[in-house]
C-alpha cells in the first residue's frame, strides 16, 4: 500500500518506522522541511514533503497531528484526496474528531493507538512502539464495512490489541483511566499547595516519597495533554470528576463516621480490584 | 549503647542491623519464637525474647509494632523499664501516639523514620534502609533536652536526613503527601468501579495504562495501612480531603466553564510545583 502519514511526531514517526518494515511506500507530510529531512535520513519515510498535495495518490492516510489541529489538517487534505482514500488519526479522543470528519469524507475511521511516552519528535519514534499495546478502531453506523475491514487488517500487522467501539464507549472507557487520573493527580498537587504554613509546606516537600511521586506524575505533566483532555472529551471528563466526586465525599464520609469496619470494607474492595486494570 | 528493639519487621530488623554494625548491642524482642530465631541467626540481634522484661537494663527502646499497638505494648512495658530509659518509637502518625505515651513516661521521645518497601518481616530487613531518607522526631514543650540530644546523636548515624517537628507539624505535613494521596487514590478506583455499563468496564480495563497504574497504586495498596492513616490522623486527613475536594470542584468548574486559560494556568502551575516536593 501507499501510506500517507501527516505530522512526523511520536507517533506518526513510529507508525512510519513499522507500516516501512512491513513493505508498504510512506509518504510523510510535516509542516516543517527539517522534520522532513529528518525523517528521510532516519529511514522512516519513502517520501516526505511539506505539501499535502503530495496525498494526492495514496491508500490510507493517517493523521498525527495534535487533536486540535485534526479537523483544519482535514479541510485542507481532503480536496487533495482521490474517492477511494482511506481517512484516520490517531488522536486520543474520538467523539469529537469523527463528528466532525464523517461528514467530510465518507471514508473517514477513527483511531487511536493506545502507546507513547514522555518524548515527543521524530527523534523519539521507535520501531514497534504499538506492539503489545491497545489499537482502537471506531467505527459508527456509516463507516463502510470495507474501510474497517482494511483497517483492522493494515493496524493489525503492528501485533497491536485491536479493539472496535464507537466513540462515545472509547471516550468514556478513556475518561475513567487516563483523564480522571489526569485530573485527579493535578488536584492532589494543588491541594497541597494551598498549605499556608511554610514550616508545614517545607517538611512536607522533604517528606514526600514514592506514594506522591506516583499520585502526582500524571498530574504534574504535560499541561496542553491535560487541556486537550478536558476541551475535547468535555462531557465524558466532567462525568467521571462528578462520579469521582462521590467517591471522595464517601470515604470524607467514612472518615468522619470513624467507621472503621466501612473503611476496610472498601479499602479491601480496591486493593482486589485494582488488578483486573493491570 | 544496649539498643531494646520491640517487633522484628522491616523497620525493627533494619534498625537492629544498622545499630548492630554501629557497634551497639541489640536486644530484640517478639511475640513469635520463630522470628526471635531468624533475628539471631541472620545477625540482627545480639539477643532476641518473647519477653518484655527482657529491656529491664537498655538504654534506649524503639517500639516497631503497628501503631494500633504501640499503647499497649508501651503499658506493658514499662513496669519494666529503669528510670532513665529513653523510649521512642516509629510509628506514621505522632500525634496520637505521643498524647498517649507522654504522661506514661517521661522519657519518651515520639520518632517516624521515613523508609519502607512493600515487603514486610525480618527477612525484608536490610542495612542502610534509613541512609538518605527522612527520619523525623517529634518533641513536645515536655521532652528533656537530653532524651532529644541523645536520640538526635543516636538516630543521626544512620545516615539518614534528621528533621524536629512537633507531633501536629508532622502530621499534617503527612497527611499532604501520604495519607491523602492513599485516599484520592483509592477514591480513583472506586469511582471507575461505579461504571455499570460492562463494555465500557471491560475497555476502560483493557486500556488502562502507565498513568491508571501510578495513580492508583497506593489507592490499591495495603488496606491496614489506609485504616491505620485514618483511624490514628483523622483529624489532618479529613482536613486534607476537604481541601482537596476543593482543588476538585475548583477543577470542575473550569472545565464546566470550558474555560481553558484557566486550566491552562492551573497545569501549568502544577507542572512547575511538582518538582520542589520530589
Keep these: ?22 513493505g508498504h511506500t510512506i509518504l ?43 479537523d483544519a489538517i482535514a479541510a485542507r487534505l481532503i480536496p487533495h484526496l482521490t474517492p477511494d482514500t482511506i481517512l484516520t488519526d490517531v488522536g486520543s479522543v474520538k467523539g469529537s474528531v469523527v463528528n466532525t470528519l464523517t461528514p ?18 521524530i527523534h523519539a519514534a521507535q520501531a514497534r512502539l504499538f506492539a503489545g499495546n491497545p489499537y482502537i478502531l471506531t467505527p459508527t453506523e456509516k463507516t463502510s464495512p470495507d474501510v474497517l475491514a482494511i483497517m483492522r487488517g493494515l493496524v493489525g500487522k503492528l501485533d497491536c490489541h485491536l479493539y472496535d467501539c464507537s466513540p462515545t464507549v472509547h471516550d468514556r ?17 494543588t ?19 514514592s506514594g506522591f511521586r506516583d499520585t502526582s506524575r500524571v498530574g504534574g505533566g504535560n499541561p496542553e495533554l491535560g487541556c486537550m483532555m478536558a476541551k475535547y472529551n468535555r462531557e465524558e ?42
Tied chains: 1, 2.
Design 237 to 278: 471528563v466532567l462525568r467521571s470528576l462528578y462520579q469521582y466526586r462521590q467517591s471522595i465525599d464517601q470515604l470524607t464520609n467514612i472518615i468522619e463516621n470513624s467507621d472503621w469496619p466501612a473503611l476496610e470494607i472498601l479499602l479491601n474492595q480496591t486493593q482486589t480490584e485494582r488488578p483486573k486494570f493491570l
Design 1 to 22: 500500500m501507499r501510506i500517507g502519514i501527516i505530522g512526523l511526531g511520536l507517533i506518526g514517526g513510529s507508525l512510519a518506522y513499522d507500516f516501512r518494515a512491513l
Design 104 to 121: 467530510l469524507w465518507p471514508r473517514f475511521l477513527g483511531g487511536h493507538p493506545m502507546a507513547g511516552s514522555e518524548d515527543t519528535g
Design 173 to 189: 472507557a478513556v475518561a475513567w483511566i487516563s483523564h480522571l487520573p489526569k485530573m485527579m493527580s493535578a488536584g492532589l498537587i
Design 28 to 70: 510523510g507530510v510535516s509542516r516543517q522541511s527539517q522534520t522532513c529531512q529528518d525523517a528521510l535520513s532516519l529511514g522512516a519515510v519513502d517520501q516526505a514533503s511539506q505539501d499535502l498535495a503530495s496525498l494526492a495518490h495514496v491508500d490510507v492516510v493517517f493523521i498525527c497531528t495534535p487533536v486540535s489541529v485534526i
Design 191 to 209: 491541594a497541597c499547595l494551598s498549605e499556608t504554613d511554610p514550616e508545614i509546606m517545607k517538611l512536607a516537600q522533604a517528606f514526600a516519597s
